[in-house]
């Protein structure tokens, strides 16, 4: 069966440190990998995706995120956090069989940065 | 250029009722995905219409239906309400291109009593 997991449901991070955020998949097809972050009372916005080529992908934010196949993770990092970084963050993937872009998503993490 | 719109922002119905969300899609953006949120957990995919045609669905009942009109503008329909139904409904646009990048909404939050 298709899944994302998200193993960490709450962070906490002091302003400045770095954050990293988990993502395993498990997915029959290829899979096409992405990031989104959600404030309260706002939408989705994508940080960053991977589809092919360099594992380790750039994004908005001074995010980034690394790719690994053989532990079918994605995992998104920052070197130092703002506090503007408070927010949800959702791991989405999306199979290259699936020719209008069906996203399946994780549960979520809830991202808290202290002072 | 525009983003998304929804509207309502929030909505709120008793058991049994009927419900119609809207969204405006992105200028040039001619697909429209619809996901439900419920609280705690990650959005879920209802439908996708392209061309004004459902496209895919999720794993949803017949009771969620869509519409998309020519303009790329679309509806989502939900009969008989349930309290389950007490979630965020995200509307996503994007190219036909499957691969590219959803542009989200920023929700209708509707509150089944």
């Known amino acids: 069966a298709q899944s994302v997991t998200q193993p960490d449901i709450h962070i906490t991070v002091s302003e400045g440190a770095s954050l990293e955020l988990r993502c395993n998949y498990s997915?029959?097809?290829?899979?096409?990998l992405f990031w989104y972050v959600q404030s309260p009372g706002q939408g989705l916005q994508l940080l960053l995706k991977?589809?092919?080529?360099?594992?380790l992908v750039q994004g908005i934010k001074g995010f980034e995120a690394e790719f690994k196949r053989s532990q079918s993770s994605f995992n998104l990092r920052k070197p130092s956090v703002h506090w503007s970084d408070a927010a949800e963050y959702f791991c989405a993937v999306g199979a290259a069989t699936d020719s209008w872009g069906k996203l399946q998503f994780g549960a979520g993490t809830q991202v808290v940065v202290t002072p | 250029e525009t983003g998304v719109t929804q509207s309502p922002t929030h909505l709120i119905k008793t058991r049994g009722q009927q419900v119609t969300l809207r969204c405006s899609s992105q200028s040039g953006h001619n697909t429209v995905s619809w996901y439900q949120q419920a609280l705690g957990q990650g959005p879920q995919f209802i439908f996708q219409?392209?061309?004004?045609?459902?496209?895919g669905r999720g794993n949803f009942p017949p009771r969620f239906s869509g519409l998309q009109f020519p303009n790329y503008s679309s509806e989502l329909n939900v009969n008989a309400l349930e309290l389950d139904d007490s979630a965020l409904y995200l509307c996503?646009?994007?190219?036909?291109?499957?691969?590219?990048?959803?542009?989200f909404g920023p929700g209708t939050r509707l509150t089944v009593l």
């Open positions: 996503a646009s994007s190219l036909t291109d499957g691969l590219s990048e959803q542009f």
């Open positions: 997915y029959g097809a290829t899979p096409y």
């Open positions: 219409y392209y061309r004004e045609e459902e496209n």
């Open positions: 991977y589809f092919s080529g360099d594992t």
